[in-house]
Structure formats: C-alpha cells, structure tokens
C-alpha cells in the first residue's frame, strides 16, 4: 500500500499535519500584518495611555509582581477600569485570533512528537521510521513536518516581537480567566520572549540563538538525526533529473538545502562540531552560493546565520573565497548579455513554431535552465537587502539588467509553455494527421511500382509494391496510446525507407526520393510528437519556480515602474512576470490539496491560504502598476494648469480678428499632446488580458480604475487637509481658504471629466464615490470621538486597503482631529452666542458692532467647496455634538439637584404653587424672586446650565441653516428628485398616522423595514429633515424640567432688553447671552422630553406673564405691561417663531387678547 494511500492511516496522519503546518504559517503571515499598536507600546503617548493594562508575563505568578498588583492598580483607579472595559470591547476577538495562532503552533509540535512516539512504539501496522524515511513520499512529509515546524517558530518571532506575543496572552487571560486556557502555561512557556527582537533588531546574532528557541519543545533526537541524513544525501524531491548539467546541481537541490538550514537549528551540535558533516552540506548544498531562502522567498545570508558556529563557519569559508566569488560574479555577468541575446532571438514573433519547438525542445529546455539558474543566482546574491554582500565584486552587474533577465526569461517561459500546451491539446490528433499523411505517401509509391500511376522513368516492381504496401500497412497500424511500442517502430520504419534508397530504380530517381524524404519528415514528426509530454511541462514548472524571489521582487518595484513610465507597452512583459511569480502560490497548497480525508475542513483551509497568497501577489502588481495613474494625474495636473490659468475663456460674440487671439494653437497643441500621453498609458494597462493569480482574477480595468480611484483619493484628501488650515481664525480667511478649495476642486474635477474617455472610466460616477467616501470617513473619525468605545480607522466601513483613505496628523493644538472638525468648528467660533447676534430676519449672525460674520453666502460657498457630501457630514458632526451636550446637560441637572437638598424643597415649593396655572396666586411674587435668586444661582453657576442650553441652541441653528442650503440646491440641480422625495416622504408620514389611528391598517414596509433607514439619508442629503423635531436622547423624566428650564429662563430673560432693529439683545456687555441660540436650546431639551413638558412649561410662561400684568396694574394703575411681562412675552414669540408652537398651547396659557395687544403695541 502506497504511503499516501487514503486507507494508510500514518500516511494521510502526517499528510494532514503538513497540511496543517503550511496552514498555520500562512495565518502567521497574516496576523503578523495586522497587529495592533496599542501592543507595541512604541510611542510615550501610548506608553502613558495603556502602559498599566497591556502587561507582559511579570503578570504571572513567579515571574514578576504577579495578577494581583497589576490587577489592583486598575482597580484602584475608575479611567483605568473604564479604559480596561472598552480595551476588551475593542480587541477581544483579534487577541482569540492570536491565542488560537500560539496554542496552535504548540498543537502541531505535540502532534508531530505524538506521532513519532506512536510510529516508534508500533502503532501504525508495518509502518516504522526507517521505512518511512525510506518511502519517496514518507521521506519527505517528515522532513517537511520537522521543517514547517522550525519555519513556524521563526517567523513568529520575525514577525511578532516576543514581548508582544506576552503582552497578547497575558490580555487575553485578563479577559477570559484561566479556566478557558487549558494549555496556558506551555503555550506561555513556547512563544515567550526570547533574546532577539524584531522591533529593535540587534547588531550581532544573540548567544545561543535560534537553537535554544527552537529546542523549547524536545524532538527525539535520533529523529532528527536521520531527517537530516536524508536531506544531506538523498535527492528527496527527485529534482536532478530536471537540472542534468552537473554545475546546475546546487540550484537543483535549492528547495532541499533550504528544509536543511531550518532543520540543523533542532541539531546544533552539528553546525558547532561536525566540520565533516558541515563540508559535505556545504560542497553538495552551497558549493557556489551563500544567500538561501528559509521559507518562500524569506533569504538568510548564510554568512551571518553561521558565523557563530565553527563548524559551519569553517565549511562556508571554501565557498565565501575572494577568488570564487570574483569568479561567480564574472561568469553570472558575462552570461547575462548571452542569455539575453538568445532569448531575444526566440522572443521574435513566429519563431517559436509548432514545429520548431518539436525539433529543439532540448536546445529550448536548455535556454530555460541557463536563465532560471542565472536568474536565482543574482537575485539572491546582489539584492540590496543582503546583510553581508561584498559590494566590489557586484559592480558589474545592476538591477535594471537582472529586471530585464527577469521578464524576458518569464515571457519566454510563458511562450514555450503556450506552444507546447497547444501542441500537447492537440498532440493525438496532430500526430494521426501526421500518420495519416505518411501512409498517403507510402501507398502513392506503392501504386507507382504498381505501374498503375504514372511517373516518369519508374518501372513496374511487383516486389517493391508489395513492400510499400507492407511498410503502409505498419505504418496505419501503429497506436497512439502504446507510445512505446510505437515509437520503436517508428525508428524502424524511418531506417528502413532510409535504406530503400540504395536501389538502383530508387536511388536514380529523384521525385521517388522525394516521396520517400517526406514520408521519413513525416514519421519524424510523428516520433517528436510521441516524444513530447506533461514531462516536459512539468520540468518548465519545476525550473522556472521562483518561491525565492517572494520579497525580493519588492525591491525591484521602482525599476518595474520606470520601465513603464518609459515605455507604457512593456506592461504587456511584465504580465508574464506576474504569472511568474504567481508559481510562488502552489508550494503551500500542495500538501493542503492532497489531503482526502475531512475534505471540507481542508477546503476552507485551501481556499483560505490560496486567498492569502494571491491577494499578497495582487497588492505587488498593484504597487507595481500603480505608476501609471500617477502618471495620468501628473500629466492630469498640467491639463488642469492649462484648462485653470492659461485659456482664455472664448466670449458668446468674437470678431473675425480676434479669432486668431482665442484659437490659442499651441496651447491646444500642448493639451491634445498631454490628453494623447494619458490615452497611451491607458492603452498600455489594458493591454493585459484578463489574469487568474492563484483564485483571485486580474481584471486590467478594474486595476486600472482603482489605481485612478487611489490617486485620486490621495490627491482630494491632501488638497482638503492642507486647505482648509486656518491660522488666523476670521471670517475672511475662513472665506479665502473654502474659495481656494472651490477653485483647486472645480478644475480637478473638470479635467477629471475631460479625461474620462481617455482613462476608460467613468469620471464623474468616481469623483462622487470617492469624495463621499473620503467625507464619510473624516466624519466618522471625528464623530468617533464621542463615543465611548474606541473603533480603529481601519475598521471604518468607508476605509479600504486597496484604496486607502490617507490619515493625516492633526495640527499641534487643536481639538479637531481632521479637516472636518476645523470647519466645524471655525463656524462655531464665528457663531460663538456669547460673542454674536443671530438675526432671523437676516438669516444671519452678527457681531456687536452690526457686521455680518456668517450668512447665506457663507453657506452657499461652503456647498460649492466641500460639496452636498461635506456639509451632510458637517451636519452630522452638530448632531452628535448635541447629543454630547444634551446627555451633560441632564447629568449637571442630576448632579446640582442631587447635592443641594435645599435646593429640591424649594424646587417642590415652586412646583406645587405653580401646579395650577390658571389661577394667579399673589405669593407667587416673592416666590418668583427666590427662585430666580436661590435656585437660578444653584443651578445656573458661572451659567454653566444656560451656556449648554445656548451651545445646544448655536448647533441647532446650524443645523438648520445647512438643511436649508441643501434644500435650495436640490431643488435648484436636481427638482425631479427634490419633488419625489417630498411626495414619498409625505406618503410615509401619512401611512404610519393612518396606522397609528387604525392598527389594522399595516405598517409601511412593515415593521423591521429598513425603508426608513434609507429614505432618511436622501431626504437628510436634500435638506427634507427638521432638526428641530429630531429626538437625539432618551430622558427620564424623574424630574420636572419644565420648572427647571422655566427657572433658567427667568435667570436669563431679565438680562435682555428690547432692541426695534435687533429684537433682544443683552443689556449689560458683560451678560453677552444671545436670546435665539438659548431660545432654540430649551426647544430642543424639551423635544427630548415626554410631550407635556412643552405645554407645561408655557403654561409656567403665561403664568408669570399674567401675575406680572396683574401685580403692574394694580400697583401703578398703569395701561401699559411691565418690562419682565415684555420680556417673556418677546421671548415667547421667538420660542413660537423657532418651534412652530400650536396656537391652542399657547391660547391655554395666555389669553389671546393680552398677545395680541402686545404685539399691535
């Protein structure tokens, strides 16, 4: 039974665990990626911020202080807990995902060693170690078992510094206690720190490293012994048959010296004391190259790795030799310029033909070996990365010419494996073609010495027909599929015609000759057909393999992309350079795809690790391709100067003298010559076919538009950050920076439109995408700040990793975190309550010396430069400031009545003497006095309550100006879509109240209907929303804020006078308190409020209003009403104007004659 056998229990064990194994280092690679910054602890600011909850194993006990100290400093301190919470909240699942990765790499160490044990002791039936060392395919799954092993605890320590890996684990405890964590302490105890580190990388190898590391978990030694007696002499992947030339032999057991150099890690003592061992590695393994890679593509530089042991070290000096290595560098230099001139010669269009191929396949196979075996040796050996290169000798040989190696051997590769899988389709029915042909030929000579064709000078031989006929009859006999057989007696054949041309009657007879000729080129071609196989495909597979070239190719990126910018059609070389590379792929998902059983659990872990791969590959092409959209929008920026500064705008009416003056002919020339440079690179991108990359399609286009999308993402959010920065806080640069930022923005987008055509894009279907996009998520990162628990950017629904939203720092100083939060809040500066008027007539704010600050033009500018996108954001952004403002609000209230008992009996006084607010009770003077004296103070401190009331009022307003400024574009740009969104939304309302009137009738889209959620966002983008109908919080109403509010309104109402031209205004400089913003804030309170708190608390205004006219009159006798009755009911207008207040509430609480004579007066 073979040892692969789905019914051979040992094999397919340690099949599964190698497939495990190429599993778990893709996941490392992964998470590696992604990891967390609070865990790096890099900056001080993270330091002081989570320093006391991100600990590393001085946490466990007999290691450091121990839980309880650490745990107790958190406790002791209430941010800390909190802080704790929302870490937990945040990063939970990322820390599972990196415990399961630790404990899983210790899994497959127990595993492998239960194996062992198990094979050792007899468990499998006739499987024991040597005969699986001795078995090609159990030979190498356990030399990969011990190697995967060895390449997983590497890299993690490569990729996650082992004090993160502590403070990972030492989290994740804290979070889930020790009771969910049954291998806690020898996971601990595997992936600890160990005395290297990736983050600060030291100078010098550490003592003792990686072996020490590596030996964490004791392997049986003879084990390991005899793994690295295979790998040292035996051809394990059967590689020398592909690499026949002796000096190709290093290159040919490449993959194996690679296991090799990870596995002498778990048997030091070699690498120290085994000088003979060590030389037979060295001269087999390394005899002409000392830079390897450990695992796909990951190069060590054995130089460094093995100078600290003597062994090694002293074997790698016969290579490391000044001499050999000049004489390398010679050799691999003088070969460059003759592989280059031989692949260009079967680069050229129609050599490599069906037939050509059929008769040089060695010669070509050769060509493929020379440069695959050249192309390795200098990449790894000249690669700038390379700790310990000898830089003099590699004078003579630059990166441009090993990239220009690169994609000439990979187009070359793609070609031949092109021609010969076509020929290899159609190989049967060619060669059947061939033979049908060759007897053709056979039976028409036949029939010439039959004498019953006629042929000049040939007379009739009865003996040679007959042979022919034979000859004929052998050759429509022979069979395809006994390739053999058929091949042996093809060769028969071909000699037998050969030697028929020694008769007299042939040999004098020039077109019998030619029969035969044709008929040997035929049988020929039949045998070179036969001869050709999936071998050989194979063998190209096998020797154009470049798994070491995985990160190496990153730093030939630059060269890559100046090749395009020379030359936009050498894309089309690179193409094969990408399927190249995509070869890197299939080494991982070998042993995956080949494991039968628990298929669906490997089929995810396939589909996973091939996604990974391929995805990694995708981002390098598109690193790689990403020059040419910056190179569109350099040429994009000139197009803009051009169509910006340098055209004259043509007028409706020119004269015929003028025309020369605006024709502008050689800046049309310069235009139409950049359009035609942008067209070409276009041209250039999509002139690759579409590409599968392991499971992931290359789609040119879509490359191409997302290259343009990242740019341009680039490009606006650079001009959106560095505009909108306001050093001097006024209104006039405040109006300069957004009339800068409409200008830059119009003409990039103009130009982006001219071009669209040119980029085989949609423009202006882009440009909104984007620009929302871009808006959406520096809204959401400012808003983010409000909430309590912390959310990453690149969490954020609108961020992308392949077009990546660019992160600016904010400005030193500033409270806002992004260009948003600058606008945002310059508007607040300049519509500060405390500093301004707003005059609702004028639909503006004013400053106290009467000039206008903000008004229509300020929002109809700030529409036309950060867009209908930017001012839905700048409205969001108010309304979470309301909601903060709101929430401190009802906590100050809470807290101020919570510690003043005093305070709650007087408040209980006035509620219970107010109760009744169609009566006027005359105590009610001396009580309005207390309150506005004893309470107001209390509760208005340095007015502290009022100042929310006026910021709620200040957002509100602006809210609603940027509602209006939205509603006047839509109906200006897009009427059809304003007019059907104010219908639909019409139609809504009146369904929920026919519904709520009559629950039989159904809800509208039913109740889980998401149809809300979505007419809610176009209607707030065409400014059909209300803010101040909007509920922002839930209040409890165990208080009675009508009072409450009613008091804060007599602290404040007294304050102001009447003004013919301002409506109220404050009194005194020092009571600068606008009267709308307080106006529109109680409104807003009192909408989060149950409903009859409104009708109270105007109940409590008419109240007042009607006590102060009755104690005037019959005080003074006089016919007009006091100044506090004036002032309230001024007051109670503004609140009517604001808050569409019905007239029966009011009616209810104020006759109507008392208003109305008011309002004549």
């Not at 040989?397 to 021609?419: C, G, M, R, V």
Request: charge should be neutral; proline fraction near 3%; charged fraction near 25%.
């Amino acid at each position: 039974m073979q040892f692969l056998h789905e019914k051979n229990v040992a094999g397919q064990t340690l099949l599964r665990l190698v497939a495990r194994g190429n599993a778990v280092i893709a996941e490392i690679l992964r998470l590696s990626a992604h990891i967390p910054e609070p865990f790096k602890l890099e900056t001080k600011e993270t330091v002081a911020k989570y320093g006391n909850i991100i600990i590393d194993f001085d946490y466990l006990e007999g290691r450091g202080k121990g839980p309880d100290y650490y745990e107790k400093v958190i406790e002791q301190n209430q941010k800390l807990i909190d802080l704790n919470a929302e870490f937990k909240d945040t990063y939970l699942k990322k820390l599972r995902r990196y415990y399961t990765l630790f404990e899983v790499i210790y899994k497959y160490g127990v595993d492998f060693i239960q194996y062992l044990d198990d094979v050792q002791k007899g468990n499998y039936i006739q499987q024991t170690l040597e005969n699986i060392l001795l078995d090609e395919s159990g030979k190498q799954l356990m030399c990969e078992a011990l190697y995967l092993f060895g390449v997983m605890l590497l890299l993690l320590d490569q990729k996650i510094d082992g004090v993160i890996r502590e403070r990972m684990i030492i989290s994740y405890l804290r979070f889930v206690g020790k009771t969910e964590l049954e291998n806690l302490d020898e996971v601990a105890n595997l992936v600890r720190r160990t005395n290297y580190s990736c983050m600060n990388p030291p100078k010098k190898r550490p003592k003792e490293y990686p072996e020490s590391y590596l030996n964490r978990m004791k392997l049986p030694r003879n084990v390991v012994s005899m793994i690295i007696g295979r790998l040292r002499s035996d051809d394990v992947y059967n590689q020398i048959p592909s690499y026949p030339l002796p000096e190709h032999r290093a290159t040919a057991l490449a993959n194996q010296a690679s296991m090799l150099f990870v596995c002498l890690y778990f048997a030091p003592d070699i690498l120290s004391k085994e000088e003979a061992i060590m030389r037979e590695i060295v001269d087999k393994h390394f005899p002409d190259n000392w830079v390897t890679t450990m695992y796909m593509g990951f190069t060590v530089d054995l130089s460094v790795e093995w100078d600290s042991y003597s062994a090694a070290k002293l074997a790698l000096n016969n290579t490391m030799q000044p001499k050999l290595i000049l004489d390398l560098v010679r050799s691999n230099a003088k070969r460059v310029p003759e592989v280059l001139t031989q692949l260009d010669t079967y680069l050229q269009e129609g050599t490599l033909s069906e037939e050509f191929i059929l008769r040089n396949r060695v010669k070509l196979l050769e060509l493929l070996r020379l440069s695959n075996v050249s192309l390795r040796w200098l990449m790894l050996h000249t690669r700038r990365a390379s700790p310990k290169i000898i830089s003099e000798y590699m004078k003579t040989i630059s990166q441009p010419d090993i990239l220009l190696l690169l994609l000439k051997t990979a187009q070359y590769e793609f070609n031949l494996k092109s021609a010969i899988n076509a020929i290899l389709e159609k190989k049967k029915e060619k060669w059947e073609e061939a033979r049908k042909e060759a007897v053709e030929r056979v039976k028409e000579l036949s029939e010439v010495f039959s004498g019953s064709k006629a042929l000049s000078r040939v007379e009739k031989n009865e003996k040679l027909q007959a042979w022919f006929d034979k000859i004929s009859g052998q050759i429509q006999a022979l069979d395809f599929e006994d390739q053999t057989v058929a091949g042996r007696r093809i060769q028969q054949m071909m000699k037998a015609l050969e030697e028929v041309e020694i008769f007299h009657q042939i040999e004098t007879n020039i077109p019998v000759k030619n029969y035969l000729n044709e008929t040997r080129l035929l049988l020929g071609k039949m045998l070179r057909i036969l001869n050709i196989s999936q071998d050989v495909l194979v063998t190209i597979n096998l020797v154009s393999e470049i798994g070491y070239g995985r990160e190496i190719v990153e730093e030939y990126i630059p060269e890559m992309q100046e090749r395009i910018k020379a030359d936009p059609s050498s894309v089309l070389l690179l193409r094969s350079t990408f399927l190249k590379l995509a070869s890197i792929i299939q080494n991982p998902l070998d042993r995956i795809s080949q494991v039968s059983s628990g298929k669906e659990q490997m089929l995810q872990e396939f589909m996973a690790v091939s996604e990974y791969y391929s995805s990694e590959l995708i981002d390098f092409v598109r690193r790689v391709l990403l020059i040419v959209p910056e190179m569109m929008f350099r040429k994009l920026s000139q197009i803009i100067n051009i169509q910006t500064n340098e055209f004259k705008e043509v007028p409706v009416k020119i004269e015929k003298e003028e025309i020369e003056k605006y024709a502008q002919l050689s800046i049309r020339n310069k235009l139409s010559l950049l359009t035609y440079e942008v067209s070409q690179f276009t041209e250039g991108i999509l002139a690759l076919e579409t590409t599968l990359v392991g499971v992931i399609q290359i789609d040119p286009k879509q490359l191409l538009e997302e290259g343009i999308r990242k740019i341009l993402v680039r490009n606006i959010s650079l001009h959106l950050d560095q505009t909108l920065r306001f050093e001097n806080h006024s209104v006039q640069e405040f109006m300069m920076r957004l009339e800068q930022l409409r200008r830059v923005l119009q003409g990039f987008r103009n130009s982006f439109n001219y071009l669209q055509d040119y980029m085989n894009i949609y423009g202006l279907k882009v440009w909104q995408e984007e620009f929302q996009r871009i808006i959406n998520f520096n809204v959401e990162q400012e808003c983010k700040r409000f909430l309590k628990k912390v959310h990453e950017g690149t969490k954020s629904q609108y961020q992308s990793k392949i077009i990546p939203i660019p992160v600016y720092p904010p400005i030193k100083g500033d409270a806002s975190g992004n260009f948003i939060g600058r606008v945002a809040r310059e508007l607040l500066t300049f519509t500060d309550p405390k500093t301004t008027l707003y005059l609702h007539k004028m639909y503006a704010w004013y400053s106290r010396d009467e000039k206008e600050l903000v008004g229509i033009r300020t929002f109809d500018l700030l529409i036309d430069s950060i867009g209908v996108f930017g001012v839905v954001g700048l409205t969001k952004f108010y309304g979470f400031l309301i909601v903060k403002k709101l929430q401190t609000f009802v906590i100050s209230t809470r807290t101020i009545l919570g510690k003043d008992k005093k305070l709650n009996a007087l408040l209980e006084t006035f509620t219970s003497s107010t109760e009744v607010k169609s009566t006027i009770n005359p105590s009610l003077t001396k009580l309005y006095m207390e309150v506005t004296n004893i309470a107001g103070n209390i509760l208005d401190k340095d007015q502290h309550l009022s100042t929310i009331i006026s910021e709620i009022g200040q957002y509100q307003l602006l809210r609603r100006h940027l509602a209006n400024i939205l509603n006047f574009k839509c109906k200006l740009d897009s009427n059809g879509l304003f007019c059907a969104l104010e219908i639909l939304n019409s139609a809504l309302i009146n369904d929920i109240q026919a519904h709520y009137r009559n629950p039989d009738k159904s809800y509208p889209g039913g109740e889980q209907s998401i149809v809300f959620e979505e007419i809610g966002e176009y209607l707030e983008s065409a400014g059909l929303n209300d803010p101040m109908g909007k509920i922002y919080v839930t209040i409890t109403a165990d208080l009675d804020f009508a009072g409450i509010l009613f008091i804060l309104l007599l602290k404040q109402v007294s304050k102001f006078t009447f003004d013919a031209q301002l409506g109220m205004k404050p009194k005194k400089e020092k009571n600068l308190q606008d009267d709308a913003p307080f106006a529109v804030g109680l409104l807003t309170v009192m909408q989060q409020l149950h409903s009859s708190v409104l009708p109270s608390f105007i109940g409590l205004m008419g109240q007042y209003i009607r006590h102060n006219i009755n104690e005037h009159v019959e005080s003074n006798k006089a016919t007009s009403y006091p100044p506090e009755a004036k002032n309230m009911l001024l007051f109670l207008e503004i609140l009517t104007k604001f808050g569409s207040i019905p007239n029966t509430i009011i009616e209810d609480a104020i006759p109507a004659y008392i208003r109305s004579d008011y309002l004549i007066k």
